[in-house]
C-alpha cells in the first residue's frame, strides 16, 4: 500500500507539529524518527526541519498583520515566534525598509507601541547592524523597556539569546527593573551594546528570577546607564 505523506507546514501556529500520539511507533512512513522535537507530529510525516526562522525586512515599529515582502517589523516577527510550537530564530534582512520608504542596510527601530514582550525560547541576530531605542528623552513618563523577558511560569526556563544588538533609551521608570532589559529567564547577550538607559533598578538590564535561570554577557558593553 502507498500513500502519499505530506510535510507538516513549519509555521508558526501549525496545529500538526508536536500535537499526535505515536501509538507506539517508533519511526514515521519515511521511517525517520518519530518525536522530533517537542512531541510527535499529527499524520505520516514526522518534520525533521530546523528551527523556525523569521526575517524582519521592516525597522517601523508596527503591528498591521500585512506580513508581504517590506513589511514584516521585529514586533510582528516576536508576536509570530510566540504562537510557534518550537525555538525560533529572527534575523535580519540584508536590505531594510526604512520609516521613509528607503531601503538600507542597517538601522534604528524607534519603539512607539511599548516595550517587546518575549515569553518563549528565542534567538534575535542583529548581525552589529540594528540599534532599537526605547525613546527615553531624559524626562520621566517618555520612552518604554525594550525587551521584558518572562514566560510567567516559574516551573519553566525558557532560553532567550540576543545577538549583534544596540539597545539604547530604555524605560522602565523609577518604580520598574531593567530600562533595557528586564529578564525572568536564562539569557544570553552577545556582541551587543545597552547604553542611555533608565529604571529604579538596573537601569541596563534587571535580572529577576527564579534561581534556577542564568545570564551570560559576552564580548557587550553596558554604558551611561
Not at 7 to 17: F, K
Amino acid at each position: 500500500l502507498i500513500t502519499r505523506h505530506i510535510a507538516s507546514l513549519r509555521r508558526a501556529g501549525s496545529q500538526a507539529l508536536n500535537n499526535g500520539t505515536a501509538n507506539g511507533l517508533a519511526n514515521d512512513q519515511r521511517g525517520q524518527a518519530r518525536n522530533d522535537g517537542n512531541g510527535v507530529d499529527i499524520g505520516a510525516y514526522e518534520d525533521q526541519s530546523p528551527n523556525y526562522f523569521l526575517e524582519v525586512d521592516n525597522l517601523v515599529d508596527e503591528d498591521d498583520t500585512d506580513y508581504s515582502s517590506g513589511d514584516l517589523s521585529l514586533r510582528e516577527a516576536i508576536k509570530l515566534a510566540k504562537s510557534s510550537l518550537i525555538p525560533d530564530t529572527i534575523n535580519f534582512a540584508s536590505s531594510l525598509k526604512d520609516p521613509l520608504g528607503n531601503w538600507v542596510g542597517s538601522g534604528t527601530i524607534d519603539m512607539t507601541l511599548g516595550e517587546f514582550g518575549i515569553t518563549d525560547s528565542l534567538t534575535i541576530n542583529g548581525d552589529g547592524r540594528i540599534t532599537i531605542d526605547g525613546g527615553y528623552t531624559g524626562t520621566a513618563g517618555t520612552g518604554s523597556r525594550i525587551f521584558n523577558i518572562d514566560d510567567l511560569d516559574n516551573s519553566n526556563d525558557i532560553t532567550v539569546t540576543l545577538n549583534g544588538l544596540t539597545l539604547q533609551k530604555g524605560n522602565a521608570g523609577a518604580a520598574g527593573f531593567g530600562g533595557a532589559i528586564k529578564s525572568s529567564e536564562n539569557l544570553n547577550l552577545n556582541d551587543s551594546i545597552i547604553k542611555d538607559s533608565t529604571a529604579g533598578w538596573g537601569g541596563g538590564i534587571a535580572v529577576w528570577g527564579p534561581s534556577t535561570t542564568s545570564t551570560i554577557i559576552s564580548n557587550s558593553i553596558i554604558s551611561g546607564n
